[in-house]
């Protein structure tokens, strides 16, 4: 049996910059993960099973179309596996939930057959953060977000406390409210420099058309920031946002008044990778 969690994703710094021949836009994002997820369990099978349990299991609409189904048939073996998903993250968060989900069932193939020479190809065709969630390592993306720079992780081990209304956020309509807002407006590039640089200096392009379709995501931010983080942002396209804290005891003391104040918000709290 093999036990894989699907690290959380979230966007220290995203910046939305020009539209592409092919409809999309390039991004510019600081990949951070954090120690806490989904989890997945594997066993030896006749053919491959999926089973979803967990408090968001009745979100996954398509389990037969989800991305732990489309990894494990990408993915080429001689041994089924039998994969038990635990939906601990909300769906369309902003979490990269599927594509955490997708990573981990890669690590686990891994473990048991070894990955193809082009797992990397492999992982872009089932969506843009699959690639970054593989490894689950701390990284500048590019293009789609497909594309990944290493940079100088000195973050690793801040306390992390995540936040959802329980509002799925799709990411269509938010860059859609994006570009309809500014008109797609290329606001400039990610700074440079250490992780700690480039978050305390970036920002995230998608935040104020994401309010404008969610507005509790200004509520939560305004809570977190009551809370004196070290930072406190939105992830990746909403409605999940994220404070950071020097230490556990900081973030934990932020949990607890949050869950007091607003005890229908969704948390969950952990560390950076």
Not at 29 to 44: I, M, Q, W, Y
Not at 77 to 88: A, D, F
Not at 94 to 101: C, F, I, T, V
């Amino acid at each position: 049996m093999i036990t894989e969690t699907a690290y959380a994703k979230i966007n220290l710094a995203l910046h939305v910059r020009r539209k592409r021949e092919d409809g999309y836009h390039e991004l510019e994002t600081l990949f951070a993960f954090v120690d806490n997820g989904d989890r997945l369990v594997a066993k030896p099978s006749d053919a491959d099973r999926f089973e979803v349990v967990g408090e968001f299991a009745a979100t996954l609409d398509n389990p037969l179309g989800n991305l732990v189904n489309r990894a494990m048939a990408a993915l080429p073996r001689s041994q089924g596996l039998h994969v038990t998903l635990e939906k601990n993250l909300p769906v369309a968060a902003g979490l990269g939930g599927g594509s955490a989900d997708a990573g981990a069932v890669f690590r686990i193939i891994e473990q048991v057959a070894g990955l193809p020479d082009n797992w990397q190809d492999l992982a872009t065709r089932l969506g843009a953060d699959v690639p970054a969630c593989v490894r689950s390592e701390m990284a500048i993306g590019t293009g789609t977000g497909t594309e990944l720079a290493p940079v100088e992780n000195d973050m690793t081990g801040m306390a992390v406390l995540l936040v959802n209304p329980r509002i799925p956020l799709p990411t269509g309509p938010v860059f859609k409210a994006w570009a309809k807002e500014g008109n797609g407006e290329d606001r400039g590039p990610l700074p440079t420099g250490s992780a700690r640089e480039i978050a305390r200096n970036g920002r995230n392009d998608l935040r104020q058309p994401a309010i404008q379709i969610c507005p509790a995501i200004a509520q939560i931010l305004h809570r977190l920031d009551q809370t004196e983080p070290w930072m406190a942002e939105m992830s990746g396209s909403g409605a999940t946002c994220f404070a950071l804290y020097e230490s556990a005891e900081h973030r934990d003391r932020a949990a607890r008044v949050l869950a007091e104040l607003e005890p229908q918000w969704w948390q969950m709290v952990g560390s950076l990778k």
